[in-house]
């Protein structure tokens, strides 16, 4: 049965990529006001999310030891510096955007930075689904996991309501 720790990172990051998805769909017609209103609920909540692992989960995880090569703590450290470094350049690319005729292309000129990106939350999600939560879930307690589980959604929820208006 997949532990609630696992779940509840799998949710979040289902949330992330699609909304990925929804801020491309945006950008690539041309629709510049929806796609920044798309941007700002998806980095608000990949940044909340990234510090409440930084926070509560990187130093469970940290403290456990017996790290497989592949799940380093310091691999997830720098796949969340990597990550807030790729919202920061996507950011400042998409406010460089403007209505114009040459709005197309700048955007098909913009993509490949969303594919590096995207790659990156892949691997960082496989990473953590498959190493790190997967071991939190064998090692703690029950109630531990339970209750970081329930950290992990209530940020979530909290941060798509105050931002994106919907949980
Ligand atoms: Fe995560
Ligand atoms: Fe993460």
Known sequence: MPDPLTEAN????AWIGARLL?????????DLPTAREHWRGLAAVIEDH??????????AYAALGAYPVTGL???????HQLVRAGLAA????????????DLRRKVV?????????RHLLMHHT???NEIM??????VLDEGVRAELAGGLMGAHDQVVRDVVGVA
Request: hydrophobic share 45%; aromatic share 8%; proline share 7%.
């Open 73 to 79: 703590p310091a691999l997830f450290t720098a796949d």
């Open 50 to 59: 990234a510090t409440v692992e930084d926070a509560l989960v990187f130093p």
């Open 133 to 138: 939560y997967p071991r939190l879930g064998e």
């Open 90 to 101: 996507l950011g400042e690319q998409l406010a460089g955007l403007a209505e114009g005729p």
């Open 22 to 30: 929804d801020h491309l769909d945006s950008l690539t017609a041309l």
């Open 10 to 13: 799998r949710a979040i990051h």
């Open 126 to 128: 496989q990473r953590e």
């Open 109 to 117: 000129l913009g993509l490949d930075r969303y594919i590096s990106f």
